[in-house]
Structure formats: C-alpha cells, structure tokens
C-alpha cells in the first residue's frame, strides 16, 4: 500500500459489495479518481472519507443493513462481553439512551437520503430505511439473544423498528428532494 492507495480494508469492502464482473471496472474507475482528482484536492483523510462515501453509495440496502447490523452487533459484544471480562468500566454518559436511538434513526434516515439520491423516488428511500433497520436491527437483536441467553421474545420489536426504519428513510428521501431543489 502506497500513500496514494485507499485503505486496504476500504479496498476488500469494495469487492465484497461488488459483482465479480463489476469488480474489476469500478474499482480501477473509484481508484483513478481517488488518485488523481480526489487525494490532491481534498488530502488523505478527505479523500478516505470520499472512498468511503462511494462504497457506501455502492451498497445494496441489504448489504448495507447487514454493515450496520454487524457494526452495531461489535458494539454490543465490546460493551456487554469485552469490557465487563476485562474488568473495564465503562462510565454510560446520561442521556445515552437517547443519543444512541437519535444516531440509529439518523442512520436509518442517512440509507434513505442515499437511497434517493440514487433512484430519486421517496418510496425507494422508505423501503430502504425499512430494510436497513430490520436488517440491522435484527443482528443486533440476536447478538442480544447470544449474549443474554436466546428468547424468541427479543426480536419482539423488530416490526416497530422497520416501521420507524421505514419513516426515518423517508424522511431523508425528502431531505435529498430538498437539498436536490435548492441546487
């Protein structure tokens, strides 16, 4: 890796969201453009965070949905596995809660706006949302189950939170309708 390569693991990500006949052509496209208009105008960190962008942009709302779940799953493990086993103590922040659902829901919502810059229909961008929050949500749910013992009752608001996913897609669907209209 040169400093003027994305990072490896954006590069692996790529391939894995990527159809084997598309790998080949997007990537060296993505990479051509990060290497010779990207990296010199924006600098390294700018230009990684661009790459980022693009693969995210690339996903399918599965894919996508299967991301977060598995990033929120991660969260999870560390704060209710990893942490308490090595004795560290985590100090919850008041309102944590309330952060954390907020950050969810504007992510839900940041799949939607995507969603629409990309087929440019609200409805696409709903669905989207809904996918992404069931997806995710459910990984997290049966991370949940793993580690406090499985019961079938904790996928019990799996359907709420679609339904929210869902709204939250929507609403960013309009957002990128919005911001569509004032350029």
């Known amino acids: 890796m040169t400093m003027t390569d ?7 990500a790529l391939a894995l969201i990527l159809k ?4 080949q052509t997007i990537a060296g496209d993505l990479l051509e453009e ?12 700018r230009a990684q965070l661009w790459y980022l962008v693009q693969i995210v942009s690339l996903m399918s709302h599965v894919q996508l ?3 977060l779940g598995l990033g929120f799953s991660t969260v999870a493990v560390l704060f209710n596995v990893a942490f308490p086993l090595a004795h560290l103590s985590v100090p919850e922040p008041p309102y ?20 629409h810059r990309r087929r440019g229909d609200v ?3 709903a669905i989207t949302g809904g996918v992404v929050a069931a997806v995710s949500m459910f990984l997290l ?23 929210v996913g869902a709204f939250c897609g929507a609403l960013g669907g309009f ?5 569509s209209a004032i350029r």
């Open 6 to 12: 994305p990072p490896r693991w954006a590069e692996r």
């Open 20 to 23: 084997p006949r598309d790998r």
């Open 34 to 45: 990060y290497r010779e208009a990207i990296l010199p105008a924006r600098g390294r960190p």
């Open 65 to 67: 949905g299967v991301a």
């Open 96 to 115: 944590a809660n309330a952060f954390g659902f907020g950050g969810v829901f504007m992510l839900f919502g940041a799949t939607g706006y995507l969603a």
């Open 123 to 125: 409805s696409a961008s």
């Open 141 to 163: 749910m049966a991370t949940f189950s793993v580690i406090h013992a499985f019961s079938i009752r904790a996928f019990a608001p799996l359907p709420a939170f679609a339904i």
């Open 175 to 179: 957002a990128s309708r919005l911001v």
